[in-house]
């Protein structure tokens, strides 16, 4: 059913009686001539994803999804207090811990809170510069792309690449904080340029999971990522031009960061990049700066998942499909109409809301998922990426059984001194 102003044009709350909308099958151009190098198979029955469907916004409005349980998970978000219990990894200090990660972006969000709009997460991150009025002159694309590269490097991004817009990877519709309530999707039209960029979570902090301790390393790679997309936003709207930073709102971001050359889609849903594996947090700027473009990159994630079933044996709730790619659906929160390894997502929710914090067990275990904190050690997860591209893959399988350290570190050992106490890379 969809959503219709009542009254005085205040939206009707979403429910299970007034579902998003539905689409249905993507009008506009359904294949593109990235899609094979990118590793995509779009179906006829492709349908862009409408944001109210995502788990997290289902847990507000949607029946089977919501409880006290939940409300207190997203509490818990702001109050270490409320999830905290005598176990290692989910004290006090661990959650107050984790709380200190998230800062950046708790205090994104509530910029704009009063004005109903949720920063990085259901709006667009609004950016501290206006759009200068006079616009600085471009030489060319290439040479500005280059020099934005720069920019962003110093800003903190850690990996970025640069793709033409895709209308199918936009949300079709967006959530509205205000009236739990749906709202027209709003991104300005002519931004025809993404840029999206990576930014690393650390290392040892992610071996802990699960545990509220692991959960720093995503809070504070979200809260960086934030920091990072307003610097180069900023940077762009004070030359001239537009802008929108954005995080988890507005688009998907995993066939963007393919398409911009970041990585490949791992059979955990994660992107995988060939520099730090899964363990990356994920931005993108849509703009009008003229900017050139780069190309996908394959390096064998795609063969390689094919043998692999870390994650899928790993997840404690079995949210992840240990076949092979498919296009059949587990929920209303998976795309529809790409053939591809999907999660069913209500299972991993419940699994973080059971656990009161988030779980990447899946980024834990994922072989791509290195220490590369010394020379030697990156020496050999370069070495690795490259075994496991080849036809020797079962070799850098079973090397990694071996040699690589998979499993969990327990929390106690991040806290007594294991690992490097700084960001491991
Ligand atoms: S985050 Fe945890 S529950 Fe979710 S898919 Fe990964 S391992 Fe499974
Ligand atoms: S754990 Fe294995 S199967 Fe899962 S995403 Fe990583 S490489 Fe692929």
């Known amino acids: ?98 709380l200190g990660g998230w800062v950046g972006t708790n205090l994104l969000i ?57 209308q199918r990877w936009h949300y079709s519709h967006w959530y509205d904080a205000d009236h739990n309530a749906e709202k027209p999707a709003n991104l300005p039209e002519g931004l025809n340029n993404t840029i999206v960029i990576g930014t690393t979570m650390d290392h040892n902090i992610i071996k802990t999971y699960p545990s509220a301790t692991a959960g720093t390393a995503v809070g504070f790679g979200y809260s960086q990522d934030a920091n990072t997309l307003q610097a180069i936003g900023t940077f762009i ?3 001239g031009y537009r802008a929108v930073a954005s995080m988890n709102d507005t688009a998907q971001k995993v066939p963007y960061a393919i398409q911009a050359g970041l990585g490949e889609n791992g059979r955990h849903s994660m992107l995988i990049s060939e520099e730090f594996g899964p363990r990356v947090r994920l931005g993108q700027i849509f703009t009008d700066l003229p900017l050139s473009f780069d190309e996908s990159k394959r390096f064998g994630v795609k ?35 790409i053939r591809k390894w999907s999660i069913d997502n209500e299972k ?16 834990r275990d994922c072989p791509y998922n290195m220490d590369t904190s010394t020379w030697l050690k990156q020496k050999y997860y370069q070495f690795w990426v490259w075994l496991a591209g080849t036809r020797l893959r079962r070799l850098a399988l079973w090397l990694d059984y071996k040699i690589g350290d998979g499993g969990r570190k327990e929390p106690d050992w991040w806290w007594s001194g294991g690992g490097d106490a700084t960001l491991n890379k």
């Not at 290439?142 to 850690?158: H, N, P, Q, T």
């Open 348 to 363: 991993c929710f419940k699994f973080w809301v059971n656990q009161g914090t988030d779980c990447g067990i899946c980024i």
């Open 1 to 98: 059913m969809k959503n219709e102003p009542l009254g005085h044009n205040k939206p009707v709350p979403l429910s299970n009686d007034n579902q998003p909308t539905h689409e249905g099958p993507y009008q506009g151009q359904l294949h593109d001539p990235r899609d094979e190098a990118c590793g995509f198979d779009i179906l006829p029955s492709f349908e862009r994803f409408n944001k109210n469907n995502d788990t997290y916004n289902r847990g507000r409005w949607d029946e089977r999804i919501m409880s006290k349980k939940v409300l207190d998970w997203f509490r818990g978000m702001y109050r270490p207090d409320i999830a905290a219990r005598d176990r290692d990894g989910y004290t006090a200090k661990d959650f107050a811990f984790r």
């Open 237 to 239: 709207q004070a030359m």
């Open 303 to 337: 063969e390689f998942c094919t043998i692999c079933r870390r994650c899928s044996d790993s997840c404690p709730p079995r949210a992840i499909h240990d076949g092979e790619p498919q296009d059949e659906i587990y929920n209303q929160s998976n795309f529809v109409g």
């Open 110 to 166: 509530e910029r704009n809170l009063k004005n109903g709009r949720v920063d990085g997460y259901q709006d667009d991150i609004e950016i501290y510069s206006q759009t200068a009025k006079e616009k600085v002159e471009i030489e060319s694309p290439e040479k500005m792309s280059k020099e934005l590269k720069r920019v962003a490097g110093i800003f903190g991004a850690e990996l970025i690449g640069i793709t033409s817009a895709d």
